[in-house]
């Protein structure tokens, strides 16, 4: 882990992936440490806002790799299996269409960061096998509520955006609502099932 200063009060924590991620930033959110934000990426965290900047070593050195977060809630997606690159992922899986359903349905993904639009969730938990590349040419237009892969990645577009992942299916689940106490439905910690419709 290292820490690198990112402006005068926040700083850019490298760790080695999305789950590590995950864990140091719910870690600090639970440390104490004074911070106006804590944002998990796939390999590093955002300290934004930090008070005592010349605390953050100290503080991060309490931290242990291996300790694990606690598991967040669940939500179970229903997903329509309709997407255009389905025949695609399933030929690259070994499978069909109704095999890359229940191979979904079968695997707890979890919301490892947000990013890319508002409710945007990088859902983490496809094994290496499963892995499939982007696009070559991104979609000019992807709609809202669909359902994509791309690498070990899967995440579903909360509105209707370009986009280079592969398509699988749709969901109808309102990603994004300011009107919610917590507007993004997938929120980091997040458990997802994506289970068909």
């Known amino acids: 882990m290292q820490a690198l200063p990112f402006g005068e009060r926040s700083f850019l924590v490298e760790v080695p992936d999305a789950v590590a991620a995950l864990s140091l930033a719910r870690w600090v959110r639970a440390s104490g440490l004074a911070v106006v934000d804590v944002v998990p990426a796939a390999r590093t965290v955002l300290l934004d806002g930090v008070a ?26 229903a997903v329509v299996y309709d997407g255009a690159d389905l025949d695609d992922v399933a030929q690259r899986w070994g ?6 359903a229940e191979r979904l349905a079968g695997t707890e993904l979890v ?16 094994p290496d096998r499963l892995a499939v590349p982007r696009l070559a040419t991104p979609r000019p237009r992807v709609p809202a509520g669909s359902v994509a892969v791309a690498d ?10 370009p986009g280079g992942w592969r398509l699988l299916g749709h969901t109808s689940a309102e990603l994004w609502d300011p009107s919610r106490d917590s507007p993004a439905l997938l929120a980091p910690g997040t458990r997802v099932r994506l289970v068909p419709a």
Request: with cysteine; net charge negative; glycine share 14%.
């Open 52 to 77: 005592d900047p010349d605390g953050v070593a100290a503080v991060l050195g309490a931290w242990r790799p291996e300790e694990r977060a606690e598991p967040g809630p669940l939500v179970e997606l």
């Open 95 to 100: 499978t069909d269409a109704a095999g890359v």
């Open 111 to 126: 919301a490892a960061f947000s990013g890319f639009a508002p409710g945007f969730s990088y859902l983490a938990g496809l």
């Open 152 to 161: 070990t990645w899967c995440g579903v577009y909360p509105t209707a955006s």
